[in-house]
C-alpha cells in the first residue's frame, strides 16, 4: 500500500503547474483497453464506463480488447503507452493483485507501471454449473466431483484470473477437485459452459445472471458476505457449507505511471462522479452489479491489500505459479 500511496503522492506533487493541460484534457478520443475478450463482466463494466465517460468528458472513449494471459496482455499494452491520459486500463482484482503472483516474468511490474485512478463497481462472483450437470446444490457437486475424479471440468478466463481462483480457493475449502481449462476469456468460457463442453464455471453474475433467469444454467451459489439483490433465493457458500470463501470482484480505472496529476484527477473525478450516479446505480443493480466509488488512493491500498490476501490464499492452496 504504501509504495502505490507514495507512488500517487509523487505523481500529484507533479500536477502544480498543470491547469492549463487539466483544462485542455481531453482534446482527442481516449482508450479504453479492456484486457478480456468480449461477453465478459469486464467487457461490460468497461464498455457501460466509456460510454457514460464520453458524454462527461465531451471525448470519445474507445474500447479495445486486448485479451490473454489472464489480462496480462492488456495491461502490458497500458503500462508501455505513452503517459498522456489517453491510454487507460480497465483494471480488475484478478489482473492487478493476482496475475502478479502467479505469473512469472511478467513484462510490467504491477505497482510502478500504473497510476491508480478510480474504483468504479463491484459484482459477487458466483459458483454456476450447466444445466446437464446432475449436481443441484453445493454439497451434491462436491459428492459428485469426489465420486468422479476427473468428470468435471472448470472454466475460467485464464491463468490467474479471478474465476481461477476463485474456483482453486473452493477447491482447497470443499476438498472438490475440477479439471482447469482456462480460456481467453469470460465470454468463451461461458459459452462452453452453456454448451456443456464443460461443467463448472466459477463466474461474474452479470455474466451468467441471463441464462441464470433462463435456466440454461444453474447457479449453485454466491461467494459472498450476504446473498445477492439479483437472486435472493441462492446461497452463500457458507450458507452451502464451504466457509471462508469469499470473493468479490472489483474493477476500477488505471492510467501509465508518470500520467499527470491533474489528469489523473480529472479522470478520478468523473469515474466517482459515475458510480454516484443514479441512472448508473440502477444500471449495475440490473446487471447483478454494484457501484462502488473510490479515489485513487482508495484503488491504490485495495490493491495492496488483495495481493496480501490472494498471497495467503495461493500459499495455503498451493497454486502453483507458470
Not at 46 to 52: H, I, P, V
Not at 131 to 136: E, I, K
Amino acid at each position: 500500500m504504501l509504495k502505490y500511496v507514495a507512488a500517487v503522492a509523487a505523481a500529484m506533487g507533479l500536477g502544480l503547474g498543470g491547469q492549463a493541460h487539466a483544462q485542455s484534457y481531453p482534446s482527442k478520443p481516449i482508450t479504453m483497453v479492456v484486457p478480456f475478450a468480449p461477453g465478459g463482466t469486464v467487457n461490460l463494466m468497461g464498455r457501460l464506463l466509456a460510454n457514460r465517460m464520453s458524454e462527461m468528458l465531451g471525448q470519445t472513449v474507445i474500447v479495445e480488447n486486448k485479451p490473454g494471459g489472464g489480462g496480462s496482455i492488456g495491461a502490458n499494452f497500458v503500462a508501455k503507452a505513452p503517459a498522456d491520459g489517453y491510454t487507460l486500463l480497465l483494471a480488475t482484482m484478478g489482473q492487478q493483485s493476482i496475475q502478479p503472483l502467479l505469473t512469472k516474468n511478467l513484462p510490467y511490474d504491477a505497482i510502478k507501471d500504473f497510476a491508480p485512478v478510480a474504483l468504479f463497481s463491484t459484482v459477487p462472483n458466483v459458483l454456476a454449473v450447466s444445466a446437464d450437470t446432475p449436481a443441484r446444490n453445493v454439497a451434491e457437486l462436491v459428492a459428485y466431483a469426489k465420486q468422479n475424479p476427473g468428470k468435471l471440468n472448470m472454466a475460467s478466463a485464464g491463468m490467474g484470473s479471478v474465476n481461477h481462483l476463485t474456483g482453486e480457493l473452493f477447491m482447497y475449502r470443499s476438498g472438490a477437485k475440477f479439471e482447469h481449462v482456462p480460456y481467453r476469456g469470460a465470454g468463451p468460457a461461458t459459452s462452453d459452459l452453456l454448451s456443456g463442453q464443460v461443467q463448472v464455471l466459477f463466474a461474474n453474475l452479470p455474466n451468467v445472471l441471463a441464462y441464470i433467469k433462463s435456466g440454461k444454467v444453474r447457479v449453485l451459489a454466491v461467494a459472498s458476505e450476504q446473498r445477492s439483490a439479483a437472486i435472493p433465493d441462492v446461497p452463500t457458500l457458507a450458507e452451502a457449507g464451504v466457509k471462508d470463501a469469499v470473493v468479490e470482484s472489483w474493477y476500477g480505472v488505471m492510467a501509465p505511471a508518470g500520467t499527470p496529476a491533474d489528469v489523473i484527477r480529472k479522470l478520478q473525478d468523473t469515474v466517482i462522479s459515475l458510480a454516484k450516479d443514479e441512472s448508473m446505480i440502477a444500471h449495475l443493480a440490473e446487471q447483478g452489479a454494484v457501484p462502488f466509488p473510490g479515489t485513487s488512493a482508495d484503488l491504490a491500498k485495495l490493491s495492496n491489500e488483495e495481493t496480501e490476501r490472494w498471497k495467503r490464499i495461493i500459499e495455503s492452496a498451493d497454486v502453483q505459479a507458470n
